[in-house]
């Protein structure tokens, strides 16, 4: 750390860690200077301590620029003064780390807090390529060590600065400033905008050997701005900690079609191993849905057409029209049936038959058939069947007599022996 950073920061301190104090309790300990600014507006631009990574965990709080009219937050670093890069012949022979006054945790927290990043660049030149014959002799390094030798705009793999995306480069056949070998004193200077590999780590120079040459790198603050939204339910444990969670536990959260439980570990941050950990299904739903309804004594002989029922045991939820007999399904999600009937077979010399079926909107999805061959007197029988289904919230479902021998019905008495019964398994979260 440069001897005047140093200072700069120290003689702040005591004013920011004051004006942390003097804040009201219910603020806290703001995460961005865009949260600082939506929890107390009338806090004045300048230093502040911030905390990315969460209040009470993690690294210890940060000081940062914070630029109260945008929201925007700046961690200052020891470089940010125009320093010359010396004389040497090499790829790389002047190589600068970037030490921020920030640990590389907080800024990862930052950067995934916030929608948008960037760091400027400069680099005023007088016979100092950054790449000369296809030989790059200049690059910086990414927050992964990476090095990169675009000086301008998002992550690519190409050489090339502001005027090379510009295409108005002093010298057409280059794509930056300093790479044409013309005796002027040129610059380049650009804005690094993909907010996943900043901030630059380290400034590596060359190719300055000559006693004319001459190459001067400005380097600015590393700067974030907005904050990612987190529009209807939490999906996950980031979104949560987006959000401003803090407490390690096991929280509900929306999963692809039902509510999941996941255990959170806000301890670390949501690109480390054992963030989130998935434990299982949460048997929730917005209101629950089931019914158990009978027929009356009178007999049902009626192909074709919904069975109506008479005698509402249950129906939480109203979903079943008792006089329809049709169920209406309220919400999507995984539904049961269970239907059973009560018959009298007025037994024919030939095979008498009864064939029961599930319809889902006008359509068969399961039947159950019972016959029986000829001879004389009544047959009294019970039949049923079972069904689970996947239903759209709207979709119809009742139970029918698809056909009939000659004579035969359906009954019930007060022991409830035609009964049609249903609820709701699963439901899907669809919002």
């Not at 301590?49 to 940062?64: A, K, M």
């Not at 948008?116 to 390529?129: K, T, V």
């Not at 070998?181 to 060359?206: C, M």
Request: charged share 15%.
């Amino acid at each position: 750390m440069f001897p005047r950073e140093k200072e700069t920061i120290t003689t702040h301190q005591t004013s920011v860690q004051n004006s942390f104090e003097n804040r009201p309790k219910s603020i806290g300990m703001a995460r961005t200077c865009a949260e600082l600014r939506a929890a107390d507006p009338s806090v004045s631009s300048g230093l502040h301590l911030i905390d990315p990574d969460g209040q009470g965990v993690g690294d210890s709080p940060i000081s940062v620029y914070c630029n109260m009219t945008t929201g925007m937050t700046a961690i200052p670093h020891d470089s940010e003064s125009p320093l010359h890069v010396g004389h040497c012949a090499d790829p790389g022979c002047y190589s600068r780390p970037i030490n921020y006054y920030a640990s590389s945790r907080q800024m990862k927290a930052l950067v995934d807090l916030s929608s948008e990043c960037h760091q400027a660049i400069r680099y005023d030149c007088y016979y100092a390529p950054l790449e000369f014959s296809n030989v790059p002799y200049a690059w910086w390094n990414d927050r992964n060590g990476n090095a990169k030798y675009f000086w301008s705009g998002g992550n690519t793999d190409a050489h090339t600065c502001q005027c090379g995306i510009d295409g108005n480069c002093v010298d057409a056949t280059v794509k930056c400033n300093c790479d044409a070998t013309v005796p002027l004193q040129l610059v380049d200077s650009g804005i690094i905008t993909d907010k996943d590999i900043l901030p630059i780590t380290r400034l590596n120079f060359g190719r300055t050997q000559l006693e004319t040459s001459s190459g001067v790198h400005t380097l600015g603050r590393f700067e974030c701005t907005g904050q990612v939204a987190i529009t209807g339910m939490p999906t996950s444990c980031e979104d949560l900690w987006l959000i401003g969670h803090t407490l390690n536990g096991l929280y509900n959260v929306k999963g692809s079609s039902m509510v999941e439980s996941v255990y959170c570990d806000f301890s670390k941050l949501p690109d480390d191993t054992g963030f989130q950990h998935w434990i299982g299904y949460a048997d929730l739903k917005s209101a629950p849905i089931y019914f158990y309804v009978t027929k009356s004594p009178f007999p049902f002989n009626t192909t074709d057409t919904p069975i109506p029922f008479e005698v509402a045991l249950l129906n939480e939820g109203n979903a079943l029209d008792l006089t329809t007999g049709i169920f209406t399904s309220p919400r999507t999600g995984i539904y049961y049936f269970s239907f059973t009937a009560h018959s009298n077979f007025k037994i024919a010399p030939t095979t008498s038959h009864l064939q029961l079926s599930l319809y889902l909107n006008g359509n068969l999805v399961g039947s159950g058939w019972h016959g029986v061959v000829g001879g004389m007197g009544d047959h009294i029988t019970q039949r049923g069947f079972h069904a689970t289904l996947h239903l759209n919230a709207g979709d119809k479902v009742w139970v029918g007599i698809e056909s009939r021998s000659q004579g035969i019905y359906l009954f019930d008495d007060d022991r409830h022996l035609t009964h049609f019964t249903g609820w709701l398994l699963e439901e899907e979260i669809l919002r």
